[in-house]
């Protein structure tokens, strides 16, 4: 049964500071997905991640994954208070059927 | 091309009522997830459901709450006799066929009061 864990769940950073979010996986995920979530708002989709090896960016954002680790990361470089969110990784099993993590709650402090 | 339309985005409803939650897929897509999510908290599956089957119900209670995506119309997640643990934001999310990112709807805020 696969499992997804992220690590940490919760985040205090200052701006300007770079930091990694983890997200393992317990059994093969065919794809790999990360979301962010502003308070009271829905989930958009951030990268989808296909293969091992595949590395993803979007800004300030940059995404991994490494397959036979059962391992993807999602890297914040130089951050800024927009980023301030929670993200969460999602992987996927027979069925399409998305199986997610808790989140990481990420706070960034001017 | 509409993104994922769910209705109503707020509601209330008294204790013993029916809340019935509709979410329209995208256009295309055949794979509705529900997900239940309490205030700071992370997602919590509820149901898979392809067009007219329910896939995966494994995360709904088996008391009062039921889901069904008919052939037309919107998927319909259904909770009768709601109680006060009922509150939460629910959302649904959708996917084409063949497994592609999912795409969310904005959630229905249900308040059980």
């Known amino acids: 049964e696969l499992k997804v864990e992220q690590n940490p769940l919760f985040l205090s950073m200052q701006e300007g500071k770079n930091y990694t979010i983890y997200c393992n996986y317990s059994?093969?995920?065919?794809?790999l997905y990360w979301y962010r979530q502003d308070p009271g708002k829905s989930l958009e989709s951030l990268f989808v991640?296909?293969?091992n090896g595949a590395v993803k960016q979007e800004g300030r954002l940059m995404a991994s994954l490494d397959t036979k680790a059962r391992l993807s990361t999602l890297h914040i470089t130089a951050a800024v208070h927009d980023l301030s969110a929670t993200y969460f990784c999602?992987?996927?099993?027979?069925?399409?059927?998305?199986?997610w993590g808790a989140g990481t709650k990420l706070i960034i402090k001017p | 091309n509409a993104g994922v339309m769910q209705n109503p985005r707020h509601l209330v409803r008294r204790r013993g009522q029916e809340a019935r939650l509709r979410c329209s897929p995208m256009?295309?897509?055949?794979?509705v997830y529900w997900y239940r999510q309490l205030p700071e908290e992370g997602l919590k599956f509820m149901v898979y459901?392809?067009?007219?089957?329910?896939?995966?119900e494994s995360g709904m209670p088996k008391e009062r709450f039921s889901a069904e995506f008919p052939k037309e119309g919107p998927s319909i997640l259904r909770i009768q006799q709601v109680v006060r643990g009922d509150s939460a934001a629910y959302f649904c999310?959708?996917?084409?066929?063949?497994?592609?990112?999912?795409?969310f709807g904005q959630g229905t805020r249900l308040t059980v009061v």
């Open positions: 999602a992987g996927e099993r027979g069925n399409y059927q998305l199986i």
């Open positions: 991640l296909l293969s």
């Open positions: 059994t093969t995920s065919d794809r």
């Open positions: 459901l392809q067009k007219e089957n329910i896939i995966d």
């Open positions: 256009k295309g897509h055949s794979h």
């Open positions: 999310a959708t996917q084409g066929q063949g497994g592609t990112e999912a795409f």
